[in-house]
């Protein structure tokens, strides 16, 4: 087996036991989608076309509540403001390549395919084809996504509404904290977005709370790294 | 729902990820910078959750008859305790549905 075989086919295993929350997630989008009437293929354009749960659910919470095209568009730059970090993180492994295919790895940059493809490059040396291994583990993500979306279409017509599956919503962005239970200072960020968001919700124009409660939280989490390293 | 709104936000999320990618030859983010930028997921995810469950369908702060509460709080410690996604998942989701149907 070639080397670039060999980092793509390790991407798809490495990311693969990450893609198990991944299919409920896309099911409950797909659902979602269908319970809001945008049909079946702006559905599953939102997946090809912005290819990020938290953004597509974001889109769709906020459009449904009547937010504007800007409150809408800010907000989905908010929740994607992660990716920045991600790109400074891989940019040292991945600036010799073509652009064409940053274009690409940048469209199938992931939460779960980041993780593991820095992961193996930090791990492995000097490799002219490590960027396989991110092809690999995005390209996994993103069929995955889109076919638990296209689940999600297909059942939408058919799971009641009594179920209350709307609620899965809070519950997955809930489960992608749970790495951040145990860390005081994130409890508290936690706490101020919470509580900006739902204070915020009736009485911030234009639906902005998303913003406004990520930025207050943010300016949060700066003070407390701050005083943090001061202290060192 | 126009398409437009799609696209937009489609390219918005796409520059967020190939911004730093293109421009950086190699990472230049200080720790300071780093750390803060790590809270983002903790900033940003709570006004997603809060809202929806602690809000009516009017608007308002109900926290008498509300099942969410309760289902969240049993989510939150059996993610505490297992430190596992779908368990989390499953657990608010399945705590929620015995709750509506026996209780409220």
């Known amino acids: ?31 979602i989608g269908m319970d809001l009437g945008i049909g079946p293929y702006m559905t599953l354009g939102l997946s090809i076309i912005i290819f990020g749960g938290a953004s597509q659910i974001v889109l769709l919470q906020l ?4 937010a504007s ?53 930090k791990k492995k040396g000097k490799d002219a084809n490590e960027h396989y291994h991110l092809l690999g583990s995005g390209f996994t993500c993103w069929s995955i996504w889109q076919i638990s979306t296209i689940l999600g279409i297909v059942l ?24 951040d239970f145990r860390k005081f200072k994130n409890i508290i960020v936690m706490f101020v977005s919470g509580l900006v968001a739902t204070i915020g919700f009736n009485t911030i124009p234009f639906k902005a709370y998303i913003i406004v409660a990520a930025l207050s939280a943010l300016i949060v989490a700066t003070l407390l ?6 202290k060192k | 729902m126009h398409w437009s709104l799609i696209i937009y936000a489609g390219i918005i999320t796409f520059v967020t990820r190939f911004s730093m990618i293109f421009l950086l030859k190699k990472d230049i983010l200080n ?44 989510a939150i410690i059996v993610g505490y305790l297992s430190k596992n996604i779908i368990a989390t998942i499953f657990a608010g989701l399945i705590s929620y549905w015995f709750l509506i149907f026996f209780y409220f």
């Open chain 1, 1 to 31: 087996m070639n080397n670039k075989l060999k980092n793509l086919v390790k991407g798809i295993i490495d990311v693969s036991p990450l893609m198990i929350p991944v299919v409920p997630f896309g099911i409950i989008y797909g659902v």
């Open chain 1, 63 to 66: 459009f449904s509540g009547g």
């Open chain 1, 69 to 121: 095209t800007l409150v809408v568009l800010s907000s989905v730059g908010a929740v994607n403001a992660r990716h920045v970090l991600y790109g400074a993180v891989l940019s040292e492994h991945l600036s010799s390549l073509k652009l064409s295919w940053k274009i690409i790895l940048s469209y199938v940059m992931t939460d779960q395919a980041f993780a593991v493809s820095n992961n193996y490059f």
């Open chain 1, 156 to 179: 939408g017509s058919v799971v009641p509404e009594e179920l209350g599956l709307s609620f899965t919503i809070s519950l997955t962005f809930l489960a992608l904290l749970i790495s």
């Open chain 1, 225 to 230: 790294t701050l005083t943090d390293l001061k």
């Open chain 2, 31 to 74: 720790d300071k910078a780093k750390k803060i930028l790590s809270f983002v997921p903790a900033a940003i995810f709570p006004a997603i959750i809060f809202p929806p469950i602690f809000l009516d369908d009017n608007g308002t702060v109900d926290l008498e008859n509300n099942p969410k509460i309760l289902a969240a709080i049993f």
